[in-house]
């Protein structure tokens, strides 16, 4: 399973540049950016034959950039290009560099994180995402 989790930060450090990745539910992220959390959040088993089973891992991912530009437009518009290029690098590469049999990501939800700075603009931005990834195991 940690194959798997480094094969994603690989893919978000190759898409995004990331400096820093958590592996738990950060609250506060500080001036590392950009950075992104990579949450383990279950799998279950299905049988494929009597001897092996398919195993299913589920992350919550979210990614966070630097709230660059001089409006909430100029943030909202950097974002949705990165989230494209994030969803694309992951269906271009659905093994994970051979880690799985598939992927399947999904985007979640935009967020734009507070406290704001001296203008009243977000410090930061982000987007969310859910991968589900599986590979048969004995």
């Known amino acids: 399973m940690v194959d798997i989790e480094q094969q994603i930060v690989a893919i978000l450090q190759g898409v995004t540049g990331i400096q820093r990745v958590y592996d738990y539910p950060a609250r506060e992220i500080g001036r590392a ?13 299905s049988p494929q034959t009597a ?5 299913t891992y589920r992350w919550d991912i979210a990614c966070y950039w630097p709230a660059e530009g ?14 494209r290029a994030i969803v694309d ?29 001296e203008a009243g603009q977000p410090q930061y931005i ?3 995402f859910r991968l589900e990834a599986w590979r048969d195991e004995p």
């Not at 001089?70 to 989230?83: C, G, S």
């Open 70 to 83: 001089k409006t909430l437009e100029q943030y909202w518009a950097r974002m949705k290009a990165l989230v």
């Open 51 to 55: 001897r092996q089973v398919r195993a």
């Open 126 to 128: 982000g987007h969310t």
């Open 33 to 45: 950016l950009p950075a992104a959390t990579v949450v383990y959040a279950g799998f279950q088993q």
């Open 89 to 117: 690098a992951f269906r271009a590469n659905e093994g994970l560099n051979g880690a799985v049999y598939g992927s399947l990501i999904t985007e979640g939800e935009p967020v734009v994180v507070l406290p704001p700075d």
